[in-house]
């Protein structure tokens, strides 16, 4: 520990040259505030990003029939849930549980009347799928309702391939589960628009009971849950494993089931390394270069102190704690630049264009969280104090008589 009076001289030294002082603050202080603001954006832009997947395709969770995620897409109806509302009554017994829905796969053709197009969709409880697809968008008619018993909603790029708008009727012809051919006449009710460009393409969405009509199957191939907390993700499919027999289901989270979400999050956390690395060399070169022109300038006065007594050690010790109160207040001061910062671009919003694969754009905003901002802080505060390390050793090891001439 420092003696108080060392900390009142280090502090006055600090302050003595005011102009240097304020530029090293400066330069500290951007960069804390730099890196607190970009990653902010990063963050709230992930968590945009998530909060779309879960609430327009995947929930928090799925639970299917064991074997179906490796080979459900092949053969769907081999890989069906007979009694889903026991798995449902299960999965509610737990707290995080906001809502299960049920959802049957199925893919085939639409016909417009004119021409065939191919589509996948899913049968769905129109309440229950409405109240989770928050980030689902209606660009024209109507969600798909409970009364809607041969109601169709349909992707807004398979309405752009068919023509089809609300109020036309369409075909949906499929093979059922025994193979035979099975049609069925659908009023379209709505077109919508998710997150994903190539979802829209292809995506139909129609009762689950319609479905189970359509496949000739009383299963679901998947029991949907919705959480209350996305962070509670995690711990639900824990409890649900040791619920449910793992030689009957099997349970995905949503990230699992989002392979697009996790390469975007590793992109974007690279770039921040990579940023965090820029600005973690810059306050370290511009505060180096601030200690060696403010040592140069004091070495006559490290030399007198040296000459009456003063100890190398306690010459390394003042330049360092001097550069130690630095890194305290230009991070501090970073922080605050960077929460500052951070309400005020929230407050106005930014319009970002739409991601790739994806047709919709979003208002982005800093979020911040205390990770965000102990590792800005830390970056700010390391970088300088270890700049002020080699200067530090120098001066200290100085001749005496040389340092003297400086006077």
Do not use: C
């Not at 327009?56 to 092949?74: D, M, R």
């Not at 319609?210 to 509670?232: F, H, K, M, P, Y």
Request: charged residues 15%; proline residues 3%.
């Amino acid at each position: 520990m420092w003696p108080r009076e060392s900390l009142g001289l280090a502090l006055r030294n600090v302050f003595r040259h005011r102009g240097r002082t304020a530029l090293t603050l400066i330069v500290i202080a951007s960069g804390v505030a730099g890196l607190i603001l970009s990653g902010g954006f990063v963050q709230d832009s992930l968590i945009q990003l998530r909060e779309a997947t879960i609430h327009s395709q995947l929930g928090h969770l799925q639970i299917f029939k064991k074997g179906f995620y490796a080979q459900g897409s092949l053969s769907s109806y081999k890989y069906v849930i007979e009694r889903p509302q026991d798995v449902a009554v299960a999965v509610k017994k737990l707290a995080q549980v906001d809502d299960v829905m049920s959802r049957l796969a199925f893919s085939g053709v639409i016909n417009n009347g004119r021409s065939d197009f191919a589509v996948f969709g899913d049968g769905i409880e129109p309440a229950r799928e409405a109240k989770l697809g928050s980030s689902i968008q209606i660009v024209s008619g109507r969600t798909l309702a409970d009364a809607d018993q041969y109601g169709i909603v349909i992707g807004e790029g398979v309405a752009a391939a068919t023509k089809l708008k609300p109020g036309d009727h369409a075909t949906l012809l499929l093979n059922t589960a025994e193979g035979a051919l099975n049609s069925v006449e659908f009023d379209v009710v709505g077109v919508f628009r998710s997150f994903s460009r190539d979802f829209d393409a292809h995506a139909v969405r129609i009762s689950l009971a319609s479905a189970q009509e359509l496949v000739a199957s009383t299963g679901v191939n998947a029991v949907v849950v919705a959480l209350l907390r996305t962070d509670a993700t995690d711990e639900v499919a824990a409890q649900l494993k040791t619920t449910l027999s793992a030689d009957e289901y099997e349970i995905k989270t949503w990230r699992e089931l989002a392979d697009f979400y996790d390469k975007t999050a590793a992109l974007y956390e690279r770039q921040f390394v990579v940023l965090q690395a820029i600005i973690l060399i810059a306050v370290f070169l511009s505060v180096f270069n601030s200690v060696n022109m403010s040592i140069f300038e004091r070495t006559g006065e490290f030399g007198t102190l040296m000459a009456l007594g003063t100890r190398r050690y306690s010459v390394f010790r003042m330049v360092l704690l001097e550069n130690l109160l630095l890194a305290i207040i230009g991070s501090a001061f970073g922080m605050v630049i960077g929460l500052l910062g951070a309400w005020l671009i929230s407050a106005i919003g930014i319009s970002m264009p739409p991601p790739p694969n994806s047709s919709v754009g979003y208002i982005a905003a800093i979020r911040m969280t205390p990770g965000i901002m102990i590792l800005s802080g830390m970056v700010g505060f390391v970088a300088t104090v270890v700049a002020s390390l080699m200067p530090a050793f120098r001066i200290s090891r100085v001749p005496v008589v040389e340092a003297l001439r400086q006077n």
